[in-house]
């Protein structure tokens, strides 16, 4: 069974500051992967996934994240952070013979302006 | 358009009632989910219907009975609920129930038991 690991639970960083939140996998093949955003009182938003191809994938919201084999990793990043991005982020991991991803557990980010 | 619309989005109950959530798209998507969130924490999968059949159970209590009217529609009936059954639930969908298939989430509905 796939399973995910996102280390941090809080991240705080300046508002313009670049942003970078981890998620590690545990999977043995390549999983489907999927980084969603969750703002106060709100559903989840799917921010970017990966199935196959290109490592490096661009997301809505000026995100992208970058899927590395080697570290099974799938890190999120955001050149510069606005105060409308703090929220809870979830990576999720996917097998290829499941559809039911499995969540990890959140990175809060909070901005300072 | 990727729009899965919830109601109510706010809903108070007592132990001894019986409620309704709804969940309603439009995108022809054929699986339909029922999560269930407590704050601070991932969504936890409750149920999985795939076109209009109950696919998946997570050993989800009897007090909660999800139903399927149409491939557009879904309901969570709520009878005798607890107060640590309070959370937000999350209603989604995805496209079919294939491996990979990106599920889309509605805003949720608040649940607070009293």
């Known amino acids: 069974a796939q399973s995910v690991t996102q280390p941090d639970i809080h991240i705080t960083v300046s508002e313009g500051a670049s942003l970078e939140l981890r998620c590690n996998y545990s999977y043995g093949a390549t999983p489907y992967l999927f980084w969603y955003v969750q703002s106060p009182g709100q559903g989840l938003q799917l921010l970017l996934k990966?199935?196959?191809?290109?490592?490096l994938v661009q997301g809505i919201k000026g995100f992208e994240a970058e899927f590395k084999r080697s570290q099974s990793s799938f890190n999120l990043r955001k050149p510069s952070v606005h105060w409308s991005d703090a929220a809870e982020y979830f990576c999720a991991v996917g097998a290829r013979g499941s559809y039911i991803p499995t969540f990890g557990r959140g990175t809060s980010l909070i901005v300072h302006p | 358009d990727t729009e899965v619309t919830q109601t109510p989005k706010h809903l108070v109950m007592g132990m001894t009632n019986k409620k309704s959530l709804k969940c309603e798209q439009h995108m022809g998507h054929r699986a339909m989910y029922w999560y269930k969130q407590k704050a601070k924490k991932p969504p936890e999968l409750m149920f999985v219907?795939?076109?209009?059949?109950?696919?998946i159970n997570e050993s989800v209590p009897s007090r909660f009975s999800p139903e399927c009217p149409n491939s557009s529609l879904l309901n969570l009936h709520l009878h005798a609920l607890q107060p640590e059954d309070s959370a937000l639930y999350l209603c989604?969908?995805?496209?079919?129930?294939?491996?990979?298939?990106?599920?889309?989430f509605g805003e949720g509905s608040w649940l607070t038991v009293v």
């Open positions: 989604a969908s995805s496209q079919d129930p294939g491996a990979g298939n990106t599920i889309y």
């Open positions: 219907y795939s076109y209009e059949k109950l696919s």
């Open positions: 990966y199935f196959s191809g290109d490592t």
